[in-house]
Structures are given as C-alpha cells and as structure tokens.
Antibody, heavy 113, light 107 residues
C-alpha cells in the first residue's frame, strides 16, 4: 500500500526555521518526482515546491523562493522541506504529494509569537 | 503562472442530482488537467487525471471532459459521500496551479 507520512510540523516563531519530512513506503520512491503543497486555514491549495526523481531538478513558488529548500534521500525513501525565515503567511497544513496525485495526510505548521 | 478559474464557487444539490463543475485555464493546457476531492480535515484525493481518465477506485459516476482551456467535472448522480470541495489543477506548466475550489453542499 502506498503511504506518505509527513512529520515535523509544529509551532515556530516568526523568523524561525523548521524541517518537514515525508516518509514514503509501498512504492519505488526513487522513480517519482515529489511535491510539497500547502493549505492555509480555510483556504485553497498552493503549490510550494517540487523535486525530480533523482533530486537533480527543483522548483519553488515565488512566495518561498530563497527561504525554503526541498531535498530527498532516495536511500531513506524520504522527502524533506527545510523552511527558514518563516512568516505568518506560511502557516498552513503542508502536504507531500507524489507526482501522480497521491497525497500524505499533512502536517500543520503554525507561525506565531 | 497559469490561472485556473472554477465555477461555481459553491453549489447546493440533493442526493441523486447531476452536478457539473467547470474549470477554465488562462491559456491552453491541452489535457493536462486533474480533479481532486477534499473532505473536511482530510487530504485531497485524486479523482481524474489527463482531463478524463478516472483514477483507480474512483466511482464511475465521476467523469471529466474538456481540453485546451475549458474543462468539466460531472457527478452523474450525487451520493451522500460526494459532499466535499472539488479542485481542478493544471499540470501543463510550472507551477501546477489549482483552481479556487467548488464546495458542493447538501440542499
């Protein structure tokens, strides 16, 4: 069974940092591009970042460029999102998603002093 | 970025009704369109990819159509478990932008 399990969310102060992880199982992780998508409370879906299957190519939304870094460890079947200089507007549920539309359950990031 | 516009933003319908949701892209995206269903406090679930291909396990009452800039998601006969928010997403260009969502509520 395909599973994507996010972790690492929590409460962080404005300007702080957080690293999200997404543990994948049930499929050949190294064969798929992976994405991070977020959803602010009561709002719609916003693409955050993406990484190719081998990690050689990455994409960032303008809203996070220069502050967030996506990476992956195919030996550990894990996707990461290193988030820095966090702002109130980064508060959201962060989902990891496989390129063909399979999503994890999400992890909540709260940015507040 | 390609803008995706869904309509309506919400609708009220009864069990058994036929429901149609539209999605318009700001530029042509061929058939690079997906539809998702999201229930409260849950992750989005993929329903349709490539505009009209049903994901495995999705009931056949769901169907998608369209190409270019105009797309449609149809639920042929609404079931109680279909009350949710539906999003379209273009996969033609980076970033893979989403529509604003259509909330399907019980009449």
């Amino acid at each position: 069974e395909v599973q994507l399990v996010e972790s690492g969310g929590g409460l962080v102060q404005p300007g702080g940092s957080l690293r999200l992880s997404c543990a994948a199982s049930g499929f050949t992780f190294s064969s798929y591009a992976m994405h991070w998508v977020r959803q602010a409370p009561g709002k719609g879906l916003e693409y955050v970042s993406a990484i190719s299957s081998n990690g050689g190519s990455t994409y960032y939304a303008n809203s996070v460029k220069g502050r967030f870094t996506i990476s992956r460890d195919n030996s550990k079947n894990t996707l990461y999102l290193q988030m820095g200089s966090l702002r109130a507007e980064d508060m959201a549920v962060y989902y990891c998603a496989r390129e063909d539309g399979r999503w994890g359950q999400g992890t909540l990031v709260t940015v507040s002093s | 970025d390609i803008q995706m516009t869904q309509s309506p933003s919400s609708l009220s319908a009864s069990v058994g009704d036929r429901v149609t949701i539209t999605c318009r892209a700001s530029q042509g995206i061929s058939s690079w369109l997906a539809w998702y269903q999201q229930k409260p406090e849950k992750a989005p679930k993929s329903l349709i990819y490539a505009a009209s291909s049903l994901q495995s396990g999705v009931p056949s009452r769901f169907s998608g159509s369209g190409s270019g800039t105009d797309f449609t998601l149809t639920i042929s006969s609404l079931e109680p478990e279909d009350f949710a928010i539906y999003y379209c997403q273009q996969r033609s260009d980076w970033p893979p932008t989403f529509g604003g969502g259509t909330k399907v509520e019980i009449k």
